[in-house]
């Protein structure tokens, strides 16, 4: 038997239910919805979780397509699944958990009795350290970014290399591969000994199609590698950047971009123009490094130094 909260699943079967967290307030209790599928045979565990940031939907939309795809009499081993990290964002469809405006993935690995982040990462991680990979299903929030996968545990981690691995077959095309910040799911799960990655599903208010179908596509391609599903996955080079430049506006008005998401960039060549509302141009941003645009802001007005695009930079192929 196979479980998560009051999911619970014998092998070949699959089964749903709620990971209690605590309660709202109203004093209702409330619980994360959760999935368990426990293959007919032995194998490795995969945990999978989204919407840790509550804006980021694409990949609930992943799950959503790919959880029914999976029979669990063709599987071996255990899915282990979080579809709502972020319960109170996601209710109000924000970033950040509105009861203590905190960005869940800072809090990992979370604690029992602390805030109302710390112990949702505290349940979820519970079951994430009972896994043998970790997918967190993020995006860049509701801003237009390249579909792309994260290493977050640092060059210098002995599980640098299996991160790196997950990353190249999950196949997104890019990899970010940067130190993240303390509190991370994706570094916390290195430094339990379980290779974790952080998806980054494009960027989108709501769903956006082509995301979900580089997440779902990439979900398959982990099951088929690591011998949950029967088939073989030859995964492709992917395009590493291991810096992020961040670009902000010299002027306030309205951003004109001059490259494309994917688009390599050179120094000295044009990011963006900005022009007050008659087309009059006030400034131009080039580029300081060479490497890869990654990353822009949806709205077209910006004030003086709002942030307006990032590129990544120290671009390799691995
Ligand atoms: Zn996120």
Known sequence: MKTLGTASAAPGEFDTGRLQVGETRDGSEFGLPVAVLNGADDGPTLYVQAVSDGDELNGLGVLRRAIPQISPAAFSGTILAVGIVNYHAFQVAEHRNPIDDTKMNRTYPGSESGTSSERIAAATFEAASRADYIL????????????????????????????????????????????????????????????????????????????????????????????????????????????????????????????????PVDPGDVLFEVTDPFGQLKAEVTADDSGVFWRSRRLPQVATGEYVCSVGTNVSEY
Request: charged fraction near 25%; include cysteine; proline fraction near 5%.
């Open 136 to 263: 967190d299903l993020h995006q860049g929030s509701t801003s237009r970014m390249l579909n792309e996968a994260r290493v977050r545990c640092g060059r210098r981690h002995r599980l640098h290399d299996d991160c790196l691995e997950l990353a190249k077959v999950f196949g997104c095309g890019h990899v970010l591969d940067q130190k993240g910040p303390d509190g991370q799911l994706a570094r916390v799960g290195p430094d339990e000994g379980i290779p974790a990655i952080d998806p980054e599903l494009g960027g989108a208010i709501g769903w956006d199609e082509e995301s979900i179908r580089y997440g779902v596509d990439g979900l398959f391609n982990v099951l088929r590698y690591y011998g949950f599903l029967d088939g073989s996955v030859d995964p492709d080079p992917q395009i590493r950047a291991s810096g992020f430049d961040r670009y902000g506006s010299p002027s306030g008005g309205l951003v004109d971009f001059q490259v494309a998401l994917g688009d």
